[in-house]
């Protein structure tokens, strides 16, 4: 399929067809609205990148409106047709489930702040705890991005230092 800049592939909110996208040459922009906020994001998809792909195999309506940058071209698949795609690609699976699992962990944020049943430091101590649960149970690997995670979100901790010297320990068991 064949769009010229400013044509739009799909509104956000549309549920007229359940297909999966794949740009194959050009660039579309990808505007999505931050849930919550209010605000709008806006994104570039380039070529060898698939959209359209959570309401594709979901059947629920586009969270995304999708307009072409330019002269673009895009193959267009069913949602079985994308099945027959993921069977043969292990990777693209993950690259997937990784995107819906960043998405997850947005959404729960922004609940959490909407509805305010979680402070900053029993986020803190949870995660903590996490990281500690899975050395004590000789998941080092676990454990080492766990504890990366922890000073990533929390670079103020007052256990920071603790956690870098066992995060230097766990460096070496993973070895």
């Not at 099945?83 to 922004?110: E, G, M, P, Y």
């Amino acid at each position: 399929m064949n769009f010229r800049k400013g044509n739009v592939v799909y509104l956000a909110s549309e549920q007229r067809d359940n297909n999966i996208f794949l740009l194959k040459k050009g660039k579309m922009l990808k505007k999505t609205q931050l849930l919550g906020s209010g605000s709008s994001k806006q994104e570039v998809v380039n070529p060898g990148e698939f959209f359209g792909i959570r309401s594709g195999i979901l059947g629920v309506p586009r969270e995304e409106t999708i307009q072409s940058y330019g002269d673009s071209q895009v193959y267009v698949f069913t949602p079985n047709e994308f099945d027959l795609i993921l069977k043969k690609n292990i990777s693209l699976i993950i690259k997937i489930l990784i995107a819906f699992s960043n998405d997850l962990r947005r959404i729960h944020k922004v609940i959490e702040k909407k509805i305010g049943i979680r402070d900053n430091d029993e986020m803190e101590k949870k995660m903590l705890d996490i990281a500690i649960h899975y050395q004590n149970d000789k998941k080092y690997k676990l454990a080492l991005y766990t504890y990366k995670q922890y000073l990533s979100s929390f670079p103020n901790s007052p256990n920071r230092k603790s956690v870098e010297t066992l995060i230097k320990k766990l460096n070496k068991i993973v070895r």
